[in-house]
């Protein structure tokens, strides 16, 4: 485990703060804009200007387009990018998970056709994994692809596809052998989201945004050549892409984030600050020891990434406690502010331009995808502790 940065890790996490504290609109409020047409315009401004400095993925491998930097410089971005709300828009998921799994399973003709695509933001994706019968039990999808000839004719239902209606590719799991096994019969393919016979359709969440959407196929018809990995065995390669969606340090950096913020502007209201209160103090200082927690546990799954170690049951441990973590402060910020906190940014007398009320409502799908807190604790006993499934 690294618990020291180098002098070179320490001045490139500086170079990427000044950046994006330079190159941030003034005023930028992220998660008020999140998953709307003004957020859309400010992320893609924004990656575009990370793209043309290299950055978007800085540590892929020079020969497919990145800076080929070590793990921890890649951690250190992402912490950075993610504690001062820096918008990624569609970016983040060709860049974080289609990206390096292609690089791991992809074939030459799909790396030269995509990465190098994503590097330039031009390829925004979306994930379509869970179905309405097929969430945290993913295995159970039932959307079919069929081979005829040389395409895939994919038919069914995908849910919970985060930005498709922003994307311009779909990368998903269908099943081709009704007769396997639950987890062999599933393939992983690539899509133009705009292909013929897929219909995206937004979904309000209870924020009154739209982050998600409804994914439906139709006779859609998919080139074989868009196979990632071998034929029937898309879970395998979904697995590794689910382990770098896992592994992330963000949780920790948008939570230390909001405390901190919390914590200015309690400090703000001089005498009448709740800060005064033995018990506020007492849950903020509980607050701040489990963000530390969250971070040093993504921190131990980049050293193991550093080592050329590959995280599994480590991953899920980041993530469960990372996730859950978002939902702890929340509420923890909630109930401190009273009534304000139950205020949205419409309001003139919200707290933190709305910012508890908001995550109460946003952090609610956290422990949800990416893999429930239940099967993210399965993970841990099954492959971390060595526990016998029932």
Not at 59 to 84: C, D, N, R
Not at 124 to 145: H, I, K
């Amino acid at each position: 485990m690294q618990f020291q940065l180098t002098e070179d890790e320490a001045q490139f996490a500086n170079d990427v703060e000044t950046f994006i504290k330079a190159e941030l609109p003034p005023g930028y409020q992220g998660p008020q804009w999140e998953g709307g047409p003004e957020h859309q315009r400010v992320a893609k401004e924004f990656t575009d200007k990370l793209a043309k400095k290299g950055w978007l993925a800085p540590a892929w491998p020079v020969e497919y387009g990145g800076l080929g930097l070590s793990h921890w410089k890649q951690m250190l971005y992402k912490e950075l990018i993610s504690y001062h709300r820096a918008p990624l828009g569609q970016s983040g998921m060709g860049v974080s998970l289609v990206g390096p799994t292609l690089i791991v399973y992809g074939t030459e003709e799909q790396k030269k056709e995509h990465l190098g695509a994503i590097l330039r933001n031009e390829e925004w994706w979306a994930q379509g994994f869970s179905e309405p019968n097929a969430g945290s039990d993913l295995a159970s999808l039932q959307t079919r692809a069929t081979l005829d000839g040389d395409e895939f004719v994919v038919n069914g239902t995908k849910i919970w596809t985060s930005g498709a209606q922003y994307a311009s590719k779909l990368f998903l799991l269908a099943r081709t052998d009704p007769d396997a096994p639950k987890h062999r019969g599933i393939s992983f393919l690539l899509t133009d989201i705009k292909a013929p016979g897929i219909t995206v359709q937004p979904l309000v969440d209870m924020t009154g945004g739209k982050p998600f959407n409804q994914v439906f196929f139709e006779e859609v018809r998919i080139p074989k050549q868009n196979l990632v990995g071998e034929y029937n065995r898309g879970w395998y390669v979904a697995a590794t892409l689910l382990d770098f969606e896992r592994s992330g340090v963000e949780w920790s950096a948008s939570s230390r984030r909001l405390l901190r913020d919390a914590i200015d502007e309690l400090r703000s209201w001089g005498e009448a600050s709740a800060l005064k209160k033995p018990d506020v103090k007492t849950k903020l200082a509980n607050m701040a020891i489990e963000c530390e927690v969250a971070r040093w546990l993504a921190y131990r799954v980049t050293s193991m990434q550093a080592a050329g170690v590959i995280p599994n049951h480590e991953a899920s441990i980041s993530k469960l406690f990372g996730s859950e973590l978002t939902q702890h402060l929340a509420q923890t910020l909630v109930e401190i502010h009273g009534p304000y906190g139950q205020l949205r940014n419409s309001s003139t007398r919200a707290r933190l331009h709305g910012r508890p009320a908001d995550s109460y409502l946003s952090t609610v799908p956290l422990t949800i995808l990416a893999g429930s807190s239940e099967i993210q604790k399965g993970i841990i006993a099954g492959r971390g502790l060595g526990l016998p499934r029932q």
